[in-house]
């Protein structure tokens, strides 16, 4: 199979320290994906009935880590962000259908992995919003300016995932061959990619998992039954709407 060319802006340097400035590879695309500012935005133009790929990230790599900051600048339909193993199967359609191994967060807060040895996809939601603390309906969705933060460590075999400012959950039994992608179902949804200051972000996120884990046992007032139901209602409404392929 022929490999993905990785595009770049310039001269930009592959890595910064941990940090590597990948942009979208043209390769990977899927046709009715449009790469933008130089490849670090991709924007669905094509109105299809099929969720469309963007691949990223070094195609031969199998150790070491690697982060990778996508923000959602719109979104209309689902999106999903995560890794996946090329090749993928099928080649188009929502990544939670994958019979390929992948590992995926949702818009709607859906987590989960796909292929492997179970065959099938399973669900992660639950172990990952134990991991974060929050177990509400929708407490790991993202939208139009969110931001989603992963940290694939191909020797230990994870990846970890931080929506927004939440504490991050971390998911095991990934393959180093994996690649990060996105996901688009809907006409005119964006998404790119950013570079951040890891030091910082860790330092900050170190912070905040401390104060989880030794601060005391208050917590918000929680929501009505009513409200998470209707809430789940909503959510499930708007997978099933993008329920192709």
Not at 4 to 22: D, I, Q, S, T
Not at 117 to 136: F, I, M, N, S, W
Not at 174 to 197: I, K
């Amino acid at each position: 199979a022929r490999r993905g060319k990785v595009v770049r802006v310039g001269n930009a340097p592959e890595a910064v320290g941990n940090e590597e400035l990948f942009l979208f590879d043209q390769e990977t695309c899927c046709s009715d994906l449009v790469l933008e500012a130089g490849g670090a935005r991709v924007v669905k133009k094509g109105k299809i009935d099929l969720a469309s790929f963007a691949l990223f990230g070094p195609p031969d790599r199998t150790t070491g880590v690697s982060e990778w900051t996508v923000r959602v600048e719109r979104q209309a339909g689902v999106v999903f962000v995560g890794c996946l193993v090329p090749p993928r199967s099928p080649l188009q359609g929502f990544s939670r259908n994958l019979v390929s191994s992948a590992w995926m967060i949702g818009s709607y807060g859906y987590v989960c992995a796909t292929g492997g040895a179970e065959a099938h996809q399973q669900p992660l939601t639950k172990k990952a919003k134990a991991q974060v603390g929050d177990a509400r309906v929708a407490a790991l969705r993202f939208s139009s300016g969110s931001s989603v933060r992963m940290c694939l460590d191909r020797d230990a075999r994870t990846l970890q995932i931080k929506v927004n400012d939440l504490i991050p959950f971390v998911l095991t039994g990934v393959d180093p061959r994996a690649r990060p992608f996105v996901n688009l179902a809907s006409e005119g949804d964006s998404l790119s990619l950013h570079s951040q200051d890891l030091r910082q972000d860790r330092e900050g996120r170190e912070k905040k998992e401390g104060e989880h884990v030794g601060g005391d046992a208050t917590t918000e007032s929680t929501p009505s039954k009513e409200a998470e139901l209707a809430e789940l209602r909503r959510i499930r409404a708007e997978a099933d709407a993008f329920n192709w392929g």
